[in-house]
């Protein structure tokens, strides 16, 4: 049973860069598709992104252009990083496994809350 | 890419069934037999009861059943327990090979 742990600051300031990192036990990364989705404070859930194990990624238009998300097979993680943060991004962050393309996703982190405040 | 649609709150009492909607566009729902339902408990991650349109994971109880129309997709869970008050997501593959979710449905166990 494959398990998913996020790390990373739980306080960041605005305008300044979220990274956090998810690792993986349990299962192999390969053949699979590794996601980011977060959940602001009572609202639902936003798909920020993938990298299929191979490294190629794909991310949510409305955060393309401040999300990278990458990995290392090698030390069994993958990390998040978001540029230019606002308040809007404060959110609990998880990290999660789709096993095929079709993005289904069966095994999730515990989640992490990020809060953005100077 | 616009979150699906889905109703904020339903609730139904022990034993009854209920019907969640999730209604997306031609380049989600309507493309695609890869829709999924995810269940929600206060503080806890999300997790997978169907996957595509209408399969059960292993261990899911059968009382939830899964369908679609058109862009609309739906949940059912018929003989509601109090431990199905959760909050319930759908999504869907999109024609731009992204992930959307749907608002998140309340259901209230009466």
């Known amino acids: 049973q494959v398990q998913l742990q996020e790390s990373g600051p739980g306080l960041v300031k605005p305008s300044e860069t979220l990274s956090l990192t998810c690792t993986v036990s349990g299962g192999s990364m390969s053949s699979n598709y590794w996601n980011w989705i977060r959940q602001p404070p009572g609202k639902g859930l936003e798909w920020i992104g993938y990298?299929?194990?191979?490294?190629?990624?794909n991310y949510n238009p409305s955060l393309k252009s401040r999300v990278t998300i990458s990995i290392d097979t090698s030390k069994s993680h993958f990390s998040l990083k978001l540029i230019s943060l606002t308040a809007a991004d404060t959110a609990v962050y998880y990290c999660a496994r789709a096993p095929g393309g079709d993005l289904v996703i069966d095994s999730w982190g515990q989640g992490t809350l990020v809060t953005v405040s100077s | 890419q616009s979150a699906l649609t889905q109703p904020a709150s339903v609730s139904g009492s022990p034993g009854q069934s209920v019907t969640i909607s999730c209604t997306g566009t031609?380049?989600?729902?309507?493309?695609?037999?890869?829709v999924s339902w995810y269940r929600q408990h206060p503080g806890k991650a999300p997790k997978l009861i169907i996957f595509d349109v209408r399969n059960r994971p292993s261990g899911v109880s059968n009382r939830f059943s899964g369908s679609k129309s058109g862009n609309t997709a739906s949940l059912t869970i018929s003989g509601l327990q109090a431990e199905d008050e959760a909050d319930y997501y759908c999504?869907?593959?999109?024609?731009?090979?992204?992930?959307?979710f749907g608002g998140g449905t309340k259901l209230t166990v009466l």
């Open positions: 999504s869907s593959f999109t024609t731009i090979t992204t992930l959307v």
């Open positions: 990298i299929y194990y191979s490294g190629s990624t």
């Open positions: 031609s380049s989600d729902i309507g493309s695609y037999t890869f």
